[in-house]
Nanobody, 127 residues
Framework: QVQLVESGGGSVQAGGSLRLSCAAS????????MGWIRQAPGKEREGVAV???????KYADSVKGRFTISKDNAGNTLYLQMHSLQPEDTAMYYC?????????????????????WGQGTQVTVSS
């Protein structure tokens, strides 16, 4: 089992920045991919960004150039640095992990790709 705990969410004004963190513990596998998925009220879950064990990353078009996914050297903490936040970024942000071949994985597939999920952290951006 893998436990994922997100933190760092909050409320900011448009144009602001936040950094989300996700602490992983338990039976983590160094070959796991880890990613961020968000869900806005009344909408389906949306893949945001993913990183594999080698540090290769992919992003949703809507966040490219504004968000950066990274992880610490031990691979136990995942980050999402978010800049130029917009009201449309308002959502519950979930950290997720699992085996993946990033070469073949689309960001849009993230919501169904991972077996381990955190409880989420809320991000609210006001205009």
């Amino acid at each position: 089992q893998v436990q994922l705990v997100e933190s760092g969410g909050g409320s900011v004004q448009a144009g602001g920045s936040l950094r989300l963190s996700c602490a992983a513990s338990g039976s983590t596998d160094s070959s796991y991919c880890m990613g961020w998925i968000r869900q806005a009220p009344g909408k389906e879950r949306e893949g945001v960004a993913v990183i594999d064990s080698e540090g290769t990353t992919k992003y949703a078009d809507s966040v490219k150039g504004r968000f950066t996914i990274s992880k610490d050297n031990a691979g136990n903490t995942l980050y999402l640095q978010m800049h130029s936040l917009q009201p449309e970024d308002t959502a519950m942000y979930y950290c997720a992990a699992g085996l993946c071949l990033l070469k073949w994985l689309l960001v849009s597939q993230l919501p169904s790709a991972f077996g381990y999920w955190g409880q989420g952290t809320q991000v609210t951006v006001s205009s």
